[in-house]
């Protein structure tokens, strides 16, 4: 049984600050649904103070802020979009349509097909996730989207330009400087300038995330994406200055993001519980990463790899990082996670920005039964049959049989015409 040797000071948000959300978020998606761009342009200028005749940015404009942007700043982002493009490719390669004959003169197949737009929000605020741009926008260019047309806030009431320059070299087909909840209800259900997409991908604070689950029915939607997670999980190998530093790169995103480390060793959780004090001294964001540390994180001593294991698949968490003597033999067993970092050699941070896989991913232990964002996303698998004439006649005595059996008169007599119509007498 896993022993804490720090617990969490808070467990969950007040339900009134969820009341607030829901009904603010349901006033400006209602809003922008009946007055479209007018109620768009109030919404920004009253939230972001950002007032603009149009929220798209031109091709000119485009050129102008991508010609600003530092060169070594460009070469870090191509490199990283290069990396997730082609992790992209190898996903879509491995997506195959398929047919065969399952009976005699049945044959049954499925098409991977692209949805036809997409929009990609990539957040702002506080920490502008640049990076966000190519996982939402070169994932669905790889996968066929035709159209993505994607969204960021302003910065500082300015135009974010290294945001910006990374969704024009993601490829986006429409960049807007629109943000937050009237980004989302833009993108999902047009505005008149804006035209609506069938899909939505991005992170974003609880008032994007309500907004997505609000609309979803209406659009498509990645996932409900809540606080990001991170779950260390250690063994006496691991180098406590190292899990320190993961565990409080994750929290400082803000202060409802757990993290949490899971130990065999009962010497690592005591080193780690102070080196996070020792970082946390110098740390430029410790205004927020402390408040997350010391609300939400949590050092648990457990028995073995197996009570690890355990533990790792009942939270279920975003990001779980392995720092054990065999990393592979929990690559092996492990059910429950949104993205898996093996080894020391490897962060969540590479993940976030970099590496090649995407980083947007499950929270809350929704984990439990689906993954993140990926190729596959944008694609929907459809169905088909076609039959030979002599095959109808076999299906249609059997399927007559079972409609009745349903009381669907209806759709028995759709099956007994082709009966009678192809029986061989």
């Known amino acids: ?48 103070r950002w007032e603009r005749k149009s929220f798209r940015l031109d091709e000119a404009e485009i050129e102008r802020i991508v010609a600003s942007v530092p060169w070594p700043v460009l070469e870090d982002v191509r490199f990283s979009q290069a990396q997730v493009r082609r992790f992209a490719e190898a996903q879509r390669a491995a997506i195959l349509d398929v047919e065969l004959e399952t009976f005699p003169g049945v044959t049954l197949g499925h098409r991977n097909i692209p949805i036809a737009s997409a929009g990609s929000y990539v957040p702002g605020g506080r920490y502008p996730m640049v990076a966000s741009a190519q996982m939402g926008i070169v994932t669905a260019k790889v996968a066929g989207v035709e159209r993505v047309a994607a969204c960021t806030p302003p910065l500082a009431g300015e135009l974010p330009a290294a945001t910006i320059a990374a969704m024009h070299l993601a490829g986006a087909d429409e960049i807007y400087c629109l943000g937050g909840v009237p980004a989302i209800a833009a993108l999902a259900l047009g505005t008149g300038t804006i035209q609506p997409v069938d899909f939505i991908a991005g992170p974003g604070n609880a008032y994007v995330v309500e907004a997505k689950r609000q609309l979803f029915g209406r659009v498509g939607i990645d996932l409900l994406a809540g606080p990001t997670e991170i779950l260390v999980v250690a ?50 964001t ?27 698949d009942e939270l279920a968490f975003e990001h779980v990082e392995v720092h054990t003597r065999d990393p592979d033999w929990y690559l092996a067993r492990l059910r429950n996670y949104g993205s898996l970092f093996l080894g020391e050699t490897t962060t969540v941070a590479y993940g976030d920005k970099t590496i090649g896989t995407n980083h947007i991913l499950p929270t809350g232990r929704a984990a439990r039964y689906t993954g993140g964002l990926w190729v596959g996303k ?43 119509r192809w029986l061989t007498r």
């Open 235 to 284: 063994d006496e190998t691991a180098d406590a200055e190292l899990v320190a530093a993961d565990l409080l790169g994750q929290a400082e995103h803000g202060p409802t993001s757990p993290s949490i480390l899971v130990t065999t060793s009962w010497k690592l959780a005591g080193d780690v519980e102070r080196e996070i004090a020792r970082q946390l001294e110098s740390l430029p």
């Open 378 to 420: 944008y694609l929907k698998t459809v169905t088909y049959q076609r039959a030979t004439r002599e095959a109808s006649v076999e299906i249609g005595e059997i399927c007559a049989r079972q409609c009745r059996i349903e009381n669907f008169e209806a759709h028995a007599r759709s099956c007994d015409l082709r009966v009678d």
């Open 286 to 312: 410790a205004d927020v990463a402390s408040v997350a540390w010391r609300d939400c994180g949590e050092i648990r001593v457990v028995g073995d790899d197996e009570e690890a294991l355990r533990e790792a």
């Open 1 to 48: 049984m896993a022993t804490t040797t720090k617990a969490p000071a808070a467990t969950h948000a007040p339900a009134e600050r969820s009341r607030e959300i829901e009904e603010t978020v349901t006033a400006i998606i209602a809003d922008v649904a009946e007055r479209g761009d007018a109620a768009a342009q109030e919404w920004s200028a009253r939230l972001d």
